[in-house]
């Protein structure tokens, strides 16, 4: 069974501040996908990464896939309260399952940006 | 920007009922889904599908449970005796090319079984 795992699960800090949120597996994944949501609204697609090793920057966003294509982080610089929000990361499985294979997802990494 | 689009937004109805769940997927995407999130719990994979059948189910998506695209541009999911644990956001979503690039997904329709 593949798994992703993300931490920290909460996050509160201030205006201005860095961070970074991790999701992790035991598993490769042929790519890695990151979401934000936002309470009762569907999960909005930031940026999917494909390539071992790879980082994309999306504005103050950074995104990594880890060169085993296990794992990714996105790290946020000066973070700003629109910034808040449930950021997910979800694999796209390796299983032979059709061209259009599911996604598995971790729980989350809510993120609180305190003016 | 294109959009996925879901109805109802809400949805309350009594255990044992049928409910169906409705989608209008981007109109150039080929491929198509339902995923839920229980409160509080993981978005959970129900089912894909592309040219007019279904190419992968889930564990969840037992025999209650069907989609269809009956006319071209919707894409339905349909729960033929609703159970209280069947509580939860469904999410409709679509992609272009098979899901590997990422998906559109729609706002969700909240289902609560009482």
Redesign the interface.
Known sequence: TQLLEQSPQFLSIQEGENLTVYCNSSSVF??L?W?RQEP??????L??V?TGGEVKKLKRLTFQFGDARKDSSLHITAAQPGDTGLY?C?G?GLTN????????????TSLAVNP | EPEVTQTPSHQVTQMGQEVILRCVPISNHLYFYWYRQILGQKVEFLVSFYNNEISEKSEIFDDQFSVERPDGSNFTLKIRSTKLEDSAMYFCASSRTGGGYGYTFGSGTRLTVV
């Open positions: 042929s790519s996908q979401y009762g609204e569907g999960p909005v697609l940026v999917t494909v997910l979800a796209r399952a059709g061209n259009n294979r599911k996604l598995i997802w971790g729980l989350g």
